[in-house]
């Protein structure tokens, strides 16, 4: 920080202003226009009857929505899990456990994706909340990761700003760290929604819906314009949640850091 | 802690050390301090020797190995610390604001915790603003990232006083400013603590900061222990040892004159009358004086002019409107330094002094100033030849 001389009536910034609302909801609506191009286009060309069994609007909508949901439920196990672990490992004396719980999460996120799915399955059962257990396990880190180093990277003073004024250990944390450290929390949720996405497709392997359904037909049945909706589509849903996330970002990020 | 809110409360330190986990030596040594209520006590010292650690103990933001700390006769070990801390005001370097609050919501934490209700704790923060120079309607919403250096050191002051607290723990807070902003916040700290008497212990290793705010120099050396605990005249005129003269380093003389008030010297006598006064009375008491001139007063003996023993010759009844206007006057207030300057840059030889209400308090010329400066010479000689028989020893 430069300092320069105090002169009482310095004139002070604006405020910069968020930009103007249609220039952020522009990609949403390329996205959204994506999407329906590709829909509309399987239902305008003539399709077979294993292709029908696919490609009609009420199969093509109960998938999405299954996809979502896979996504929204292993998000929120991994926030109800991944902030309080984040928080507790950088307070006081477990710190000491940092390195063991990272390298542990670690490994969640490099064992290939499909086996720790399969190998869920064989432990517990097929079904919507093994994939949901293993895409918490897939996407734990990025969150997990980004809530230690975010609370980490907080100026001591300020924490000690904050204690010598008489904030409590908790006051400083709700009122000064976490506040201090949203931007890249909120950023690591972001890539955990992301990655997700993405390897909620492999729920289809073991039963559990979702847009992936689309992908192993389409690969099983050599129908490739069933292959390539899914994968249209899973990627436009990519973008759309990353696109919410980003928005998330921006509003919940505290003011007066930039 | 006291009820009364707006004036300071002693602080006492007992034998107080501190011992780091890990480290040998200790960073503060059996340290004895005795801050009197309402005055500014200034540790200073190199960097390392404890000053720091020893502020940090008497909020508990370190806890001492042992000893004790008395604040305002209750020993703060049986104060739970953040109800502690909510009542000392604490400012640090580059103020430690919240960047991601407003200057007000800066400002209201401890009111808030406190419980303050939101019209007063926003009337409060507008009483604050307007305490430490900034303008409620201005500043009040901005960001501290907006603020210059200086602005963000006054809202670090405002949040410190914020809930009136009786001591305040400033901790280098002008240390990361630049010399001219440094200065004039230094100058109305003064002024707050004209107003407020707070108890302040104040953190710096800049011994003319020390000099200028400290009603009290404490000199630390390390491992945290204090050589010396006195007034900076005192500092000045006597230090105690070496280590206490080297670290106030060369021009202590042109300290002792920025440190010596115009009132602390023997300020020269001249003859003064008022208007009606008969003339040849004043030319009588000139020549008793051994003087060829005279100053004239008003009624409430405020100089006016000055007036020779020629403009007197043959003049019978009241001196009237004889003599010339007077250019300036000296206050005796005013340092033996800045004396010395409208000294230089005067018409006349002498300069009449004033004291409270502009009242004729004596007269200064610059022969006048050299002579006390050769006094405080002297002075320094003979302290440095009996410190040389005795000081064998040390
Ligand atoms: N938290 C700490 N842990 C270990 N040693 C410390 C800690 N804080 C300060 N010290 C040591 O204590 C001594 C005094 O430090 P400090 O009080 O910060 O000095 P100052 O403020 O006068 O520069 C130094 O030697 C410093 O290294
Ligand atoms: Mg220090």
């Not at chain 1, 972001?190 to 497709?201: E, F």
Request: glycine share 10%.
């Amino acid at each position: 920080m430069t300092v320069s001389t105090a002169v009482p009536d310095e004139t002070t910034n604006p405020e910069p202003r968020l930009g103007r609302s249609w220039h952020i909801v522009l990609p949403l609506l390329c996205y959204l226009a994506v999407g329906a191009a590709m829909i509309i286009y399987t239902q305008s060309v003539p399709l077979d009857g294993i292709e029908r069994g696919s490609l009609n609007l009420p199969y093509i909508f109960g998938r999405t929505w299954e996809h979502i949901q896979l996504v929204f439920y292993s998000t929120v196990l991994v926030l109800v899990v991944a902030l309080p672990l984040g928080i507790l490992l950088t307070r006081g004396t477990l710190r000491r456990a940092t390195p063991f719980v990272l390298t542990l999460v670690n490994v969640g996120q490099a064992t290939p994706a499909v086996g720790l799915v399969v190998l869920l399955a064989v432990l517990f059962q097929i079904g919507f909340w093994t994939s949901v257990a293993a895409l918490f396990a897939y996407s734990l880190l990025p969150t997990l990761r980004n809530t230690m180093v975010g609370l980490q990277q907080v100026d001591w003073r300020l924490i000690d700003a904050g204690r010598g004024i008489g904030m409590s250990a908790a006051r400083v944390l709700f009122k000064v760290e976490l506040p201090m450290a949203a931007p890249v929390i909120l950023s690591g949720i972001r890539t955990t929604l992301v990655l997700s996405v993405g390897t909620a497709s492999i729920a289809a392997f073991i039963g559990a819906g979702g847009l992936g359904d689309l992908i192993t037909t389409g690969v099983s049945t050599q129908r490739n314009l069933v292959l390539v909706t899914g994968c249209v589509l899973i990627a436009v849903l990519a973008l759309m949640i990353d696109w919410v996330g980003g928005l998330a970002q921006r509003v919940l990020a505290p003011k007066g850091l930039s | 802690m006291a009820d009364q809110s707006t004036s300071g409360v002693p602080i006492e330190l007992r034998k107080v050390t501190k011992v780091f986990p890990g480290s040998g030596e200790p960073a503060v040594r059996e340290l004895d301090l005795n801050i009197p209520a309402g005055e500014i006590v200034v540790l200073v010292g190199p960097s390392g020797c404890g000053k720091t650690t020893t502020m940090r103990m008497i909020n508990r933001l370190i806890e001492p190995t042992s000893g004790d700390i008395v604040i305002d006769g209750r020993s703060s070990h049986d104060i739970d610390p953040d109800r502690l801390r909510r009542n000392i005001g604490y400012v640090i370097q580059q103020a430690g604001l919240f960047p991601h609050m407003t200057v007000a919501a800066n400002i209201a934490q401890v009111p808030k915790m406190l419980g303050w209700d939101r019209a007063r704790i926003a009337e409060r923060v507008d009483e604050l603003l307007t305490l430490v120079g900034l303008d409620p309607g201005q500043y009040r919403d901005t960001f501290p990232r907006r603020l210059s250096g200086g602005q963000q050191q006054r809202v670090g002051v405002a949040r410190a006083l914020a809930a009136d607290p009786p001591v305040l723990l400033m901790d280098e807070p002008f240390g990361a400013l630049d010399p001219i902003s440094r200065e004039r916040l230094q100058d109305e700290l003064l002024g707050l603590q004209d107003d407020l008497a707070k108890t302040i212990v104040f953190v710096t290793h800049d011994i003319d900061e020390a000099l200028k705010i400290g009603d009290h120099i404490a000199i630390m050396k390390a491992p945290g222990h204090i050589v010396q605990y006195a007034s900076p005249a005192e500092i000045l005129t006597n230090p105690a040892d070496d280590y206490v003269e080297q670290f106030l380093g060369a021009g202590s003389s042109m300290r002792l004159l920025r440190l010596t008030k115009v009132g602390d010297i023997e300020v020269d006598q001249v003859p003064y009358a008022s208007e009606d006064a008969d003339a040849a009375e004043v030319l009588a008491e000139i020549e008793r004086h051994g003087l060829d001139y005279a100053l004239l007063t008003d009624g409430m003996r405020r100089p006016l002019r000055w007036v020779g023993a020629e403009h007197l010759q043959g003049l019978t009844g009241p001196v009237g409107s004889a003599g010339d206007p007077i250019t300036g006057t000296l206050h005796h207030r005013m340092t033996l330094q800045d004396a010395l300057e409208a000294l230089l840059n005067a018409d006349n030889d002498v300069v009449p002094v004033v004291g409270r209400r502009r009242a004729y308090a004596g007269a200064l010329s610059l022969s006048t100033v050299q002579n006390a400066i050769q006094a405080i010479k002297i002075r320094e000689r003979e302290r440095r030849l009996h410190r040389g028989e005795t000081g064998a020893g040390r």
